[in-house]
């Protein structure tokens, strides 16, 4: 049976939930400052600055408009995508999970956090399939299906949702490593609490 975050998935090309662009957006903004994310908005080629600037909470964003955002954004802050896309995306998930999310999930256990990372993915990604499993004692593995080429841009970012999940959730020490499948990717989780 679907839940409701697969019936309204577009098909075709990758694209994300602007909910989450947005509040990365913001991420951003606090690390880099507002003019440089400006700047790198108004460098875009203008057919791109036009998308960007019509994103809202509710529409799916393409992948690749968002990973050229968000390179021009790093490339305007002459920071690497590797160091600064990580900071910024757990800034956005925090805020995006950081209502009544945050005390539900202080209260769960460590499983049911990694029982639930699926759906959260599926209502963030129009495409690929997550599945995860808790190892025990402050470990879990996330496989990413059905999205071979995934960009390096959206593993940090995936990789950089899954920390800022079990940070939200009061886990500490949170190491997330990622490789590449033919399918995919794999994503190692470790933690203590």
């Known amino acids: 049976m679907l839940d409701a975050s697969e019936i309204d998935r577009p098909k075709g090309e990758p694209r994300i939930r602007g909910a989450i662009v947005l509040?990365?957006?913001v991420g951003f903004e606090d690390i880099v400052g507002v003019d440089v994310v400006?700047?790198?908005?108004?460098g875009l080629p203008?057919?791109?600055v036009h998308e960007a600037s019509a994103v809202v909470p509710v529409a799916w964003v393409r992948a690749d408009?968002?990973?050229s955002l968000f390179a021009a954004i790093a490339h305007a802050a002459r920071r690497e995508p590797e160091d600064l896309f990580p900071e910024a995306i757990e800034r956005g998930v925090y805020r995006t999970l950081h209502?009544?999310?945050r005390a539900l999930m202080h209260l769960s256990s460590d499983a049911a956090i990694v029982k639930r990372t699926p759906a959260l993915f599926a209502r963030t990604y129009s495409c690929g399939r997550l599945e995860a499993r808790f190892l025990g004692d402050g470990a879990a593995e996330a496989e990413l299906f059905e999205w071979p080429g995934?960009?390096?841009f959206r593993m940090l970012a995936i990789a950089a949702g899954v920390?800022?999940?079990l940070r939200v959730a009061g886990r500490e020490t949170v190491l997330v490593r990622s490789e590449r499948t033919a399918d995919g990717a794999r994503f190692r989780a470790s933690w203590s609490r």
């Open 99 to 101: 209502t009544v999310w």
């Open 150 to 152: 995934v960009s390096r």
């Open 38 to 42: 400006r700047r790198a908005l108004a």
């Open 46 to 48: 203008p057919e791109l």
């Open 65 to 67: 408009l968002v990973d």
């Open 163 to 165: 920390r800022a999940v």
């Open 23 to 25: 509040n990365n957006l």
